[in-house]
C-alpha cells in the first residue's frame, strides 16, 4: 500500500477506516544545506556546514484553540504533557542523518476530552543570535506512523515552500472531529525565535 503524501493545506483521517488506531508517532525531518549546495543561504554555512539546531514542539489545544496550561507544551523542555498522552522521544542537535530527526508520540485514546487539538512547531533554536532561518534548511517533512502495525505509515507531508527568512515553521496539527481524530497539513513559516513566541500564538 503507498503511503498517501499530502500537499499543504490538505486533511486525512486517522482513526476512521483505521479500526482500533490508538496510537501514533509524528515523526518530524529535516537537513541543513551544506556548503557546496545550490542557493545563496549555502554559502553562509561555511565549509562543513553550521549546525543548525531545529526543535518539534507539540501545543495541546482546547475546543477554542487554546492552551489552557503551560504543561500542554511538549517540548526538549518538557518532555511529557501534564496527561502523559503526548511523549517528546528527545532533543536532536544537528539534524544530520536520513529518517526522523525528532519524534513526538500520541496516544490518542488518553487525550484527556477538553483537548481538541495538537498542533506540530518545529523552531530554530537561538536563531537571533547564530543568524539562522529556514532558508539553511532542507528536506523538512512530517510523518505520522502506527507503531503496533510495524510502523505502518498512515501519511506523509513534505514542506515544499520557500522559507528563506522564517525561523519557525507551523508544520501540521492532529485534531478532533465528529468523534474521530484527522490530520492536517499546514506548512505555515513564522518568525517566531522562539518556543515561548510560538507558544504566545495560542493564549
Avoid at 478532533?176 to 515561548?196: H, L, M, P, Q, V
Wanted: hydrophobic share 35%.
Amino acid at each position: 500500500m503507498s503511503v498517501i503524501s499530502l500537499q499543504k493545506g490538505q486533511k486525512i483521517d486517522l482513526t476512521k477506516g483505521n479500526a482500533g488506531l490508538s496510537r501514533v508517532i509524528v515523526g518530524l525531518g529535516w537537513d541543513p544545506i551544506k556548503n557546496g549546495g545550490k542557493g545563496f543561504f549555502s554559502g553562509l554555512l561555511g565549509s562543513k556546514g553550521a549546525d543548525i539546531d531545529c526543535d518539534a514542539s507539540a501545543i495541546l489545544l482546547d475546543a477554542n484553540g487554546r492552551l489552557v496550561r503551560k504543561e500542554n507544551v511538549v517540548y526538549f523542555g518538557n518532555l511529557k504533557s501534564i496527561c502523559k498522552s503526548v511523549i517528546h522521544t528527545g532533543d536532536n542537535l544537528t539534524g544530520d542523518g536520513e529518517g526522523d530527526d525528532e519524534q513526538i508520540q500520541v496516544n490518542l485514546s488518553q487525550i484527556p476530552v477538553d483537548v481538541h487539538k495538537i498542533v506540530f512547531v518545529v523552531n530554530i533554536y537561538q536563531c537571533t543570535a547564530r543568524k539562522q532561518n529556514f532558508g539553511m534548511i532542507q528536506n523538512c517533512f512530517i510523518r505520522i506512523f502506527d507503531p503496533e502495525n510495524r510502523n505502518k505509515e498512515l501519511c506523509q507531508y513534505n514542506l515544499t515552500d520557500n522559507y528563506s527568512g522564517m525561523t519557525a515553521l507551523i508544520v501540521g496539527e492532529i485534531y478532533r472531529y465528529n468523534g474521530e481524530w484527522k490530520f492536517a497539513a499546514i506548512g505555515e513559516g513564522t518568525k517566531d525565535t522562539s518556543i515561548t513566541e510560538l507558544v504566545s500564538r495560542y493564549y
